[in-house]
């Protein structure tokens, strides 16, 4: 049997799964996580949120500081939180940019970065299952 080659960035993109989805259960709006492998010679995936406060920001950033620090991929540079309009946490193949909304529309990364694609992060929901049978008819 041939030995799997892992796809390059792949433990990257799924930490940056799980940030997005931290991220959302923190309550950040307009999650989008794009995929520069291709694209960018600096980083692999960047991960783009806006949150709602800037203490929200604050705590979203510590949290998936800690995140990354628990899965082994702990962030090289953090950055914003003085001011908590743009947090920028860096962490080498994985750069999360938490905006507030004036700052996410002014600097648009989505369009600058418009030719990355997306990476799918939301869960999938769980169908109800069809029962195997229809119920009887009634007479």
Same mark, same amino acid.
């Given at each position: 049997? *041939?030995?799997?080659?892992?796809?390059?960035?792949?433990? #990257?993109?799924?930490? *940056?799964?799980?940030?997005?989805?931290?991220?959302?259960?923190? &309550?950040?709006?307009?999650?989008?996580?794009?995929?520069?492998?291709? &694209?960018?010679?600096?980083?692999?995936?960047?991960?783009?949120? #806006?949150?709602?406060?800037?203490?929200?920001?604050? %705590?979203? *950033?510590? /949290?998936?500081?800690?995140?990354?620090?628990?899965?082994?991929?702990? *962030?090289?540079?953090?950055?914003?939180?003085?001011?908590?309009?743009?947090?920028?946490?860096?962490?080498?193949?994985?750069?999360?940019?938490?905006? /507030?909304?004036?700052?996410? %529309?002014?600097?648009?990364?989505?369009?600058?970065?418009?030719?990355?694609? &997306?990476? %799918?992060?939301?869960?999938?929901?769980? &169908?109800?299952?069809?029962?195997?049978?229809?119920?009887?008819?009634?007479?």
């Amino acid at each position: 049997m *041939a030995k799997r080659i892992p796809i390059r960035g792949e433990p #990257t993109r799924k930490l *940056a799964v799980e940030m997005a989805r931290l991220a959302h259960d923190n &309550r950040c709006e307009d999650i989008v996580l794009l995929d520069l492998r291709d &694209r960018s010679p600096v980083t692999d995936f960047f991960l783009i949120a #806006t949150g709602t406060s800037d203490r929200q920001m604050r %705590s979203v *950033a510590d /949290d998936l500081a800690k995140l990354g620090k628990q899965q082994g991929t702990p *962030a090289w540079h953090v950055s914003g939180l003085e001011g908590a309009d743009w947090v920028l946490l860096d962490f080498v193949d994985l750069v999360v940019h938490l905006f /507030d909304a004036e700052r996410r %529309s002014y600097y648009d990364l989505e369009l600058l970065w418009g030719d990355a694609p &997306r990476v %799918s992060w939301r869960r999938r929901a769980t &169908r109800k299952t069809e029962p195997a049978e229809p119920p009887p008819e009634e007479s």
